[in-house]
């Protein structure tokens, strides 16, 4: 007989139930923490720790006098940009800046990431008779944000203008011929205001060079009012329902933004029904909207309202 005692098959039944269970529980909660720490991703270092991080990636001649340098912290593709750059004047800094991915952009709008020893080319895009330097930064945000920096290559050197795109780039293009590139884009003051992204209105921006910097290019923005504007104040109207539809600032935005302010003004009291409440709580919120833009002084000169 043997001088172990054979346990009961409930009992057996109810260890081995035990240890299954226990090493499922084990082995679960040891995958889950591997999962999740591969899903932690890289850590991009801030502050000092950045630019100690950062390494050489490309050294561009511009011209005698100029070089630019590009740095990266090897992440992400450098096809979308540098992590920083310097511009050096005969050998001295005169720039640089990190918080953002940065190419060169040329006045034909492309953008690019100089390759090591490649030759930047530039031009003078003001007609101050001095070449300027372009450099687009993308702060690495999903649909934002976007900014132009704009660098005469003289004997000083000198930051001319920082044109910021928000949602959009600016592009550079010549309207008359004359040689001095005019700014265009657009607006963003009204992005999510009352509605989501995708339905929000910016109106048509031009800039142009004048007195060391770049302002709303009234000639080339003022336009007559479409000859379609009561067919638009039908189809605006026809649209109210909850909710005051974006078509109608969308319409009273590009009136503005024309010059046609009186015009503008006139459309909102016709496309708003007749016994449609919150009129003056909207137009109120709406100016107020307005005037939170950048432009809002060149905005009311432009309309004539600087006066009122």
């Known amino acids: 007989m043997s001088k172990f005692r054979k346990l009961p098959t409930s009992m057996v039944t109810f260890y081995e139930l035990f240890f299954l ?24 270092p801030t502050g000092n720790e950045q630019i100690a991080a950062l390494v050489p990636a490309s050294q561009n001649r511009i ?29 001295k800094r005169v720039c640089f800046d990190k918080d953002g991915r940065f190419s060169v952009r040329t006045s034909d709008n492309k953008d690019y990431s100089p390759k090591q020893g490649e030759s930047i080319t530039v031009k003078d895009i003001t007609g101050d008779g001095i070449p300027d330097l372009i450099i687009s930064m993308w702060s690495g945000g999903a649909h934002c944000c ?22 959009d780039v600016f592009d550079f293009k010549d309207f008359n011929g004359d040689g001095i590139y005019e700014l265009v884009g657009r607006d963003w003051v009204f992005a999510y205001w009352r509605v989501p992204f995708a339905s929000s209105p910016a109106p048509l921006v031009i800039l142009e060079y004048k007195n060391g ?51 503008a003004l006139d459309f909102f009291n016709k496309a708003w029904p007749e016994n449609r409440k919150g009129k003056e709580e909207f137009m109120q919120s709406f100016k107020e909207q307005l005037a939170a833009s950048k432009y ?10 600087d006066a009122q």
């Open 21 to 44: 269970v226990a090493s499922i529980i084990l082995s679960l909660s040891g995958c889950s923490r591997c999962s999740q720490e591969q899903r932690v991703p890289p850590k991009k």
């Open 146 to 167: 976007y900014s132009t920096y704009i660098f005469s290559l003289g004997e000083q050197f000198n930051k001319i203008d920082e044109i910021e795109g928000y949602h």
């Open 213 to 263: 910097k770049y302002v709303l290019a009234h000639a080339f923005m003022k336009k007559a009012p479409p000859e379609d504007i009561e067919k638009e104040i039908y189809l605006t109207k026809s649209e109210f329902d909850g909710e005051v539809p974006a078509r109608l600032w969308s319409n009273m935005l590009d009136l503005i933004y024309t010059g046609n302010g009186q015009f």
């Open 63 to 91: 011209n005698q006098d100029y070089e630019i340098r590009f740095y990266t912290l090897n992440i992400g593709s450098p096809d979308s940009g540098y992590d920083a750059y310097e511009v050096l004047h005969k050998g």
């Open 296 to 305: 809002w002084s060149e905005i009311k000169i432009m309309n004539g309202w």
